[in-house]
């Protein structure tokens, strides 16, 4: 199976921590970003594609043996910081912190020099070279979440805003009582890395395939506001299509909660996504 390689980065400059990061992948083609009409093959591939997310495909972008190494060390070492701050903690870590945590805790360690340029340039890259084609909220990899904003939901590990998701969360609350749970509220950037590259690893390095499930480091509307829901005891199952069978899905959509982000045969380079609530309407 032919698939394009991420061989190298280029353009080290002066940039953030001394780099300017930029990711040498393919070019996206001009019928995805945006457009209402497609021809017909480009179309049913693009389509057949996001139908199937989870497969690779022949074009996909993965991460070459060069920078392999480094990549997977990457992953270690973040897997190492969630477990020594905590999941609920990692939620809302930032960048600068999550540095300041390895350098101090010889468990997790100093990310190194070329970990750091492949965290750089993995956030600032176009991800529209491997896929994926939303809005990025985030524009900087030192960008925070402030504790004074956000508020931590009682039992699920989650944070939300005040004012952007909590009032939201709690009407959604009041109407469908304790069938519904909070899956995922406020990611930062340290934990959008953190799941974004665990699902490259999973997936052999294959940048595409992990971005038609999850959105690049700084792509997250998670990181401004947005947060998914499930119905209590349906685990995986609610990040599935699957949930659109609940109780809770029918009832939110009934009332009009659903907003969604990735709707069904979106044009983002990412699969459908109904437990995805959106909170800004206009972004």
Known sequence: MKRRYLLKTLGLGAVGLGLAP??????TRGYFAGVNEYPDDELKDYLHKIQNF????????????????????????MRRLQKLVGYGNFNILNFS?????????????????EE?????????????????????????????????????????GNYLYKERSVEIFEDIKKELGE???????????????????????????????????????????HGNGDFDVGQVGYGKLNFTGHFTKTDVYKKLAEL?????RYPQDNKLGVRYEPWHIKINADV
């Open 179 to 221: 069938k519904v749970v909070l899956t995922s509220g406020i990611r930062g950037v340290m934990k959008q890395f953190m799941l974004f590259l665990n699902k490259v690893y999973s997936s052999e390095g294959n940048l595409s395939l992990a971005s038609r499930s999850l959105a690049p480091p700084g792509y997250s509307f």
């Open 116 to 156: 750091l340029q492949f965290m750089e340039v993995t956030f600032y890259a176009d991800s529209k070279r491997y896929g994926f084609l939303g809005e990025k909220p985030l524009k900087e990899i030192t960008d925070k979440v402030n504790k004074k904003d956000v508020i931590k939901v009682p039992y699920s």
């Open 54 to 77: 989870n497969h690779p495909h022949n074009d996909d972008v993965q991460i070459g043996s060069v920078l392999y190494p480094i990549f997977e060390s990457t992953v270690m070492r």
């Open 22 to 27: 930029e990711i040498l992948a393919r070019t």
């Open 256 to 260: 009009g909660y659903l907003k969604l």
């Open 97 to 113: 912190n999550g540095l300041s945590f390895a350098r101090n805790y010889p468990d997790v360690g100093k990310f190194t020099k």
